[in-house]
């Protein structure tokens, strides 16, 4: 890793060098700590999950999210949903399918505008 990150290699390149998994960089002892976090690094993560804690917007609120998505987990959106309503928020959650993170907006916007264009005749 040091060797492709030392300022000399282009993107190509340092994408070239990279393991195909990023589970191989790590070692198994992190992972572990990861999939079972205990003392401080339990701790920091609960002080910060708060993916919708606090948010109290004065208007309906709908999340859209993909089950298949890797980047963000579909889990953050319904937490937030669970704390909006929670919180007397008017929200709502739609799955957009087992589709990946670049996909999911792309199943997610034409239900934004039809949501939106229904708002501006109501």
């Known amino acids: 890793m040091e060797r492709l990150f030392d300022g000399h290699h282009s993107f190509e390149e340092i994408a070239a060098g990279l393991p195909a998994s990023p589970r191989d960089l790590v070692t198994a002892a992190?992972?572990?700590?990861?999939?079972?976090?205990?003392?401080?690094l339990l701790h920091a993560m609960l002080v910060n999950d708060v993916t919708c804690a606090g948010w109290r917007p004065g208007v309906p609120v709908r999340l859209y999210a993909g089950r298949g998505d890797k980047d963000v987990a579909v889990a953050n959106s319904r937490l937030c949903l669970k704390e909006l309503k929670a919180s007397g928020v008017k929200a709502t959650f739609t799955d957009?399918?087992?589709?990946?993170h670049m996909t999911s907006p792309f199943?997610?916007?034409?239900?934004?505008?039809?949501?939106?264009?229904?708002?501006?005749?109501?």
């Open 30 to 40: 992190y992972l572990k700590r990861m999939a079972e976090p205990s003392g401080s």
């Open 107 to 122: 199943r997610a916007l034409p239900r934004i505008l039809d949501w939106f264009t229904g708002l501006r005749g109501a």
């Open 96 to 100: 957009v399918g087992n589709v990946d």
